[in-house]
């Protein structure tokens, strides 16, 4: 059974710094894409960033530059370092994974192709 379990969220002023982390276990893909989401109220789930299982990354052009998609494999946890973060930053972050390398946000875009997702970590960035 494939769990996913975020934290690290909360409230931050405009320009600070947050580091969400998600602990995935129980999947047993060879080739995988590991990946955040986040939705804020009102608005569609977007792809923010993805990792698949040989490394390569990929970014959302809104976070290029300030995010970081990292993976501590040992630990079998997916970080998103998030640098310089903005009022439109704010939402509920998500990760997910699913079978398959392709993990390119063109692609992988509001994440309909995931079945296994984490419940969820709070982000608030105030002016």
């Known amino acids: 059974q494939v769990e996913l379990v975020e934290s690290g969220g909360g409230s931050v002023q405009a320009g600070g710094s947050l580091r969400l982390a998600c602990v995935a276990s129980?999947?047993?893909?060879?080739?995988?894409?590991l990946a955040w989401f986040r939705q804020a109220p009102m608005k569609r789930r977007e792809v923010v960033a993805g990792?698949?299982?040989?490394?390569?990354?990929s970014y959302a052009d809104f976070v290029k530059g300030r995010f970081t998609i990292s993976t501590d494999n040992a630990k079998k946890t997916l970080y998103l370092q998030m640098n310089s973060l903005k009022v439109e930053d704010t939402g509920m972050y998500y990760c997910?994974?699913?079978?398959?390398?392709?993990?390119?946000?063109?692609?992988?875009?509001?994440?309909?192709?995931?079945?296994?997702w984490g419940q969820g970590t709070q982000v608030t960035v105030s002016s």
């Open positions: 997910a994974v699913r079978q398959g390398g392709d993990c390119r946000t063109e692609t992988i875009t509001a994440g309909r192709s995931f079945t296994n």
């Open positions: 129980g999947y047993t893909y060879s080739s995988y894409c």
């Open positions: 990792i698949n299982s040989v490394g390569r990354t």
